[in-house]
């Protein structure tokens, strides 16, 4: 689903990503974790286009989003990197609801001005997303009447709309209070049960434990460890992800 290849970014002076590789297969549930500055959010931003790369290769679904030759890195035409990034849906940190907008409105908004679908066959399917993150009854209200919780699992039901095969969630948590985080979560395991194919940014130490297929630690803008939920936090083998996961748990 996502091969990224020696992944290389840099801000000015300061090298955020230094060689990241990563492979993604269909249903795989990838929980990142790491110290803030560590290169997490940057690697997830650069697999959907939000920030572009200076060197490597990353392909999404066997089709070629950016490579790079002696010149440096290059990017598919900018119609088909439209159309590769849209296989990905994404939520962030920060809900970005449009707060003139209904919960409904929200939700529609994206399949009908860029899928370019009718209002009356979106609208059902619109109407199960909220029904599936248990907000159906907020569908007229406006994104102030809200709580944290809420915004989220909206903003995760909107790029659900968007009929994405991957979901990438940047740290989906860490903007909400701890008592508004189970009900995020619990439809983020709801998703993993369905096999969404998961990349997953997160702090939240039992979700990458109890729901991930595999969790990578990053340190430094690279990858220091990789394996399954189990070998990570029972026996990790690098001394950064003990001393990360001991400070952590």
Known sequence: MISARDIHKRFGHTEV?????LE???????AIIGRSGSGKSTFLRCLNHLETIDRGHIDIEG???????????HYATEDEVRRICRKMGMVFQQFNLFPH????????????TVKGMARDEIVPKAEELLRK???????DNYPSRLSGGQKQRVAIARAL???????LFDEPTSALDPELTGE???????????????LVVTHEMAFARDVSTRTVFMDGGEIVESGTPADMFSNP???RTRAFLDHML
Do not use: Y
């Open 17 to 21: 990503l230094k060689g990241v590789s």
């Open 24 to 30: 993604v297969g269909k249903g795989d549930v990838i």
């Open 63 to 73: 089709e070629t989003l950016a490579s790079t030759d002696a010149k440096g890195a």
């Open 101 to 112: 907008l209904t919960v409904l409105q929200n939700i529609i908004e994206a399949p009908i």
């Open 133 to 139: 993150v248990g907000l159906l009854e907020k569908r």
């Open 161 to 167: 709309a968007m009929e994405p095969d991957i979901m």
């Open 184 to 198: 995020v979560l619990r439809t983020m395991r709801e998703l993993a049960e369905e096999r969404m194919t998961m």
């Open 237 to 239: 083998q690098h001394p």
